[in-house]
């Protein structure tokens, strides 16, 4: 296989005047060097569409829904809006995540393959179902999530004061537990509308992490997140206070779930270490790859929790 050369900053801690020189090593090649494929892995986000789809699957567990028609949807949409997202070049990413941004230029064509791959695969796979209620669904989302990264006229969605950091907890849990709701309305419980309330607190938790990284260029380029709007001390307050409801929330389903309360105990106990821990050390400055492994990692903890109550 020929390889791919790619072009990475020198310097992989926070963004300063000299992390963003580049530099040109011959070692980065696909197919022969794990560090490059992992590069590859994050900037087209198949990293974090494998851990949206972890995510998913596990809460679907959780509540009782069949997770399995919704998972290739859930691959292919979270391919889809980040690839385009990452082809719209903001001046606060280039400026937060400079390794990621560079990368991701040398990425470009197989950021457009992949995003027209996956729309052909969440428009078909409904087609092919005769599903309208999803191909509805997607569609109407689509549009939206697309509006988030792509101007409609003059404005964005991103552009909206504090969005940046409520758009995708709010999307991933819409997605996730949305679809198996539409077409079984018998699954809206009690403990269906606490897991969804746990999920957001969850992905909040995720997004606040990654915009309490991008506090700097956020600020410097006018970009309105949670984090930026209340700061370093208070951003973190909130992700103790949130880590701590999450807790109180599986624990109250462990008596809510019946069957399924040995995997919530695992979720609760497991969830929070992970975060608690995540939450700590981001009190110094991280790497990128920080947030892009561990913080990022956060999707995968559930569905490692349900399976580890199972055996």
Known sequence: MRAVTFLLPTDDRKPTADSTRLRRDPTFSFGRNARTF??????????????????????????????????PLWFFAALLFYNVDRL?????????????????????????????GAAIGLLTIPLARRDWITLGSIIGGGLVCLNYSLPLGDFRLKEAPLLKTFFAPGLVTAAVFGLPLLHKPDL???????????????????????????????????VVSVPSRLGIPRTRKLLWILLAAGFM?????????????????????????????????????????FYEWWVEGLLFIPSIAVLAARF
């Open 188 to 222: 809206l419980s009690l403990g269906f509308l606490v897991a969804a309330i746990w999920s957001s607190l969850f992905l909040f938790c995720n997004m606040a992490l990654c915009d309490l990284r991008d506090i700097p260029g956020d600020r410097r380029f006018g």
């Open 88 to 116: 719209r070049r903001d001046p606060s990413d280039a400026f937060n995540t400079p390794r990621r941004e560079a990368a991701a230029r040398q990425l470009r064509r197989w950021s457009w393959f992949l995003a027209a």
């Open 38 to 71: 992992g590069v590859c892995l994050q900037t087209l986000h198949l990293y974090g569409a494998g851990g949206i789809v972890a995510f998913g699957w596990a809460m679907c567990e959780l509540v009782g829904a069949v997770a399995a028609p919704w998972m």
């Open 249 to 289: 929330l599986a624990l109250a389903e462990t008596r809510i779930a019946g069957a399924r309360r040995r995997e919530w105990v695992s979720v609760a106990a497991l969830s929070a270490a992970y975060l608690g821990g995540i939450v700590h050390a981001a009190r110094r400055e991280r790497s990128e790859r």
